[in-house]
């Protein structure tokens, strides 16, 4: 059963996975982990992305990464409203524990059950002449349905990072969670900059879910699969560290990829709610925690 | 105020009153009622103890279950196990499979619940894919194709055996509501209301706030566990996908919320309404949009209408003073 050639496809196979995976964690690191908003329904966000991928390229053939970028906006304003919604209900009032987190349990239960309402349980994918085709070296292969989302997640990632890093109103939404009256006195609006901040993690969702159509077939309720590993790698991370994102993501991809290569792809999806529960339970202020 | 120290309470008065009519109904056929309301019936009442389980934990101390799904696919399959391995009957399956999820809220609670409640709720969450993913690869109580359970056509002295469990399930909702509404009433509920104002006020003030926060999850396992226990008996044929099914997790959460979550009457009227709504729904309208209808009308409580049906109801009965 084990064999180098085995281990090299399958770790391939991981950092490929894991810069996918840390795409789809980063805006819940923005939200959980800088703005401290427990957006559960994050996946189901990306899912939306995906069908809107997957809807665009059905119809007109538009290429999905094009497609992600272009939805970008759209998924901005949806998440300042949603975020001027959650404001005005819940976080002005104090109450975001019980009923914030009711309410996006709620949003990403909706989300799901329409998607199958219109587009019932069948698996979806998406055609690019991208898909379907891999380099081989040996007995080593690098198929590019993996290769091309994982470098437009990279560069989705250094652009958040950037402008995160080097902006003024960037530096804003890491400062929002930290001292809100301190950043009120520096003359920013906590709640814009918040806004701001929850659009650009819901943004990212649009571009994550045509990614993730592109990599596996997608059915609605897959979302919720995922909210284990974006957990796991936000929480792993120290949250709110996009950096420590990465590297999160990369060490599931990894995990993951071998277990399902050496045990089955059965035992997958239990690998990233294991790491969830074991970085809760030993370290939860994660690897990059203040 | 004074009413539950008396013996005779309109709280046990009641409670005796549905008990005795359940027995009327279902041994003794009064109104002669179709099989089919007992089958509905059934989901009607296992929703008030899920909810009312998750009550104690969610309304009365502010911490989210996202689980509940899971715990009740361990009380279901821990009946299976027992089913498998000696035939087990359901007097015996609804205290082991309580046990099981109480000892698992207990792990869960000991585990994630010294950090902030939001990491207790995500870890819920994981944890019912977790036990998924081990019930899926146990061939043992029938992995991902599922495990068939043969149960009498008939239970003496109650007719169909779709009465019985539905008798059986009324006294489980009695059971719980009373354990909700005895720890609602006693010390330890005024504890989870102050770990649920100001858990750091709580600690302060010299309420042991872990331990409190540990008897809430292992009790509220507990009944969800026994909730799920006669599952696979009355679905007879049980596999994963359905046992671990989000509708419970949403269901357990959309109740409390619409009935209003801080006291014991909100679950129940919650269950009520919803499940009822939701048994009718399933069969007249499609069951994708009786789906849709509840995150929606979860959504639009929260949002609206913090306190649910009884909060609204206080409010429109003047505004009479609650002294619990």
């Known amino acids: 059963m084990f064999s180098v050639e085995l281990l090299v496809n399958a770790l391939i196979a991981g950092v490929l996975l894991g810069g996918f995976y840390a795409a789809v964690s980063l805006g819940l690191t923005v939200s959980f982990g800088q703005l401290n908003i427990v957006n559960i329904a994050h996946p189901a966000f990306i899912i939306l992305g995906s069908y809107i991928a997957y809807m665009c ?153 045509a990614l993730l159509i592109i990599i596996i077939p997608v059915e609605p309720s897959v979302g919720r699969l995922y909210i284990g590993q974006v957990f796991a790698i936000a929480v792993l991370a120290g949250l709110g560290s996009i950096p420590g994102t990465l590297v999160a993501g990369l060490i599931l991809g990894i995990a993951e990829s071998l277990v399902s290569t050496f045990f089955g792809p059965s035992w997958a999806p239990a690998v990233a709610f294991g790491i969830l529960l074991a970085a809760l339970a030993f370290r939860p202020q994660g690897l990059f925690g203040r | 105020m004074k009413w539950p120290a008396l013996k005779l309470s309109p709280f046990w008065l009641c409670a005796a009153a549905i008990a005795v009519l359940g027995i009327a109904v279902t041994i003794f ?4 009622i179709n099989t089919f309301i007992f089958f509905a019936g059934y989901v009607v009442l296992q929703y008030v103890v899920l909810a009312t389980a998750w009550n104690i934990m969610g309304g009365y101390m502010g911490y989210v279950n996202f689980g509940t799904a899971g715990f009740f696919a361990v009380g279901a399959y821990a009946s299976v196990v027992l089913y498998n391995l000696f035939q087990a009957p359901l007097a015996l399956m609804i205290p082991f499979a309580g046990v099981v999820c109480a000892l698992l809220g207990l792990a869960m609670g000991y585990l994630t619940l010294r950090l902030r409640g939001v990491f207790f709720a995500i870890a819920t969450l994981a944890m019912a894919i977790v036990l998924e993913t081990l019930i899926i690869n146990w061939e043992f109580v029938g992995g ?136 009718v729904a399933t069969v007249t309208i499609s069951s994708e949009l009786n789906l849709l209808i509840v995150g929606i009308v979860l959504v639009f409580f929260v949002i609206v209408a913090p306190e649910g049906i009884v909060g609204l109801l206080k409010k429109w009965l003047g505004g009479r003073r609650d002294d619990r």
């Open chain 1, 57 to 209: 390229n059905s119809l007109w053939g538009l290429d999905p990464i094009l497609t992600g970028i272009i939805f970008i906006p759209v998924f901005f304003l949806i998440g300042a409203g949603a975020y001027r919604l959650y404001y005005e209900s819940f976080e002005r009032k104090d109450d975001e524990a019980l009923r914030g987190l009711a309410f996006f349990f709620g949003v990403m239960f909706i989300i799901e059950v329409a998607l199958i309402m219109v587009y019932g349980v069948d698996f979806r994918t998406v055609q690019a002449s991208y898909i379907g085709q891999s380099w081989k070296a040996g007995g080593i292969g690098v198929p590019t349905r993996m290769f091309v989302p994982f470098c437009v997640a990279i560069a989705m990632f250094t652009a958040v990072y950037l402008y995160m890093s080097r902006t003024f109103n960037g530096r804003a939404i890491k400062a929002v969670a930290q001292d809100r009256l301190a950043l009120q006195l520096m003359g920013a609006d906590p709640v814009k900059i918040k806004q701001l901040g929850f659009g650009i993690s819901i943004g990212t969702a649009a571009l994550a879910g």
């Open chain 2, 29 to 32: 056929d009064l109104f002669n």
């Open chain 2, 144 to 279: 991902a194709t599922g495990a068939y359970i043969l149960r009498s056509r008939e239970q003496a002295p109650f007719g169909d055996y779709i009465e019985f469990l539905f008798f059986v399930m009324l006294l489980l909702a009695i059971f719980a509501v009373s354990v909700a509404r005895w720890l609602e009433l006693s010390r330890t509920g005024r504890g989870f209301i102050a770990i649920r104002d100001d858990e750091i006020a709580a600690e302060c003030a010299g309420v042991p706030t872990l331990r409190l926060k540990l008897i809430a999850t292992t009790v509220s396992g507990f009944l969800m566990g026994v909730a799920g226990a006669p599952f696979a008996l009355y679905v007879s044929f049980i596999e994963p996908s359905s046992a671990f099914n989000l509708i419970y997790a949403v269901n357990a959460i959309a109740m409390p919320m619409i009935g209003g979550a801080t006291t014991w009457l909100g679950p129940v009227i919650g269950a009520l309404l919803l499940g009822t709504v939701q048994q």
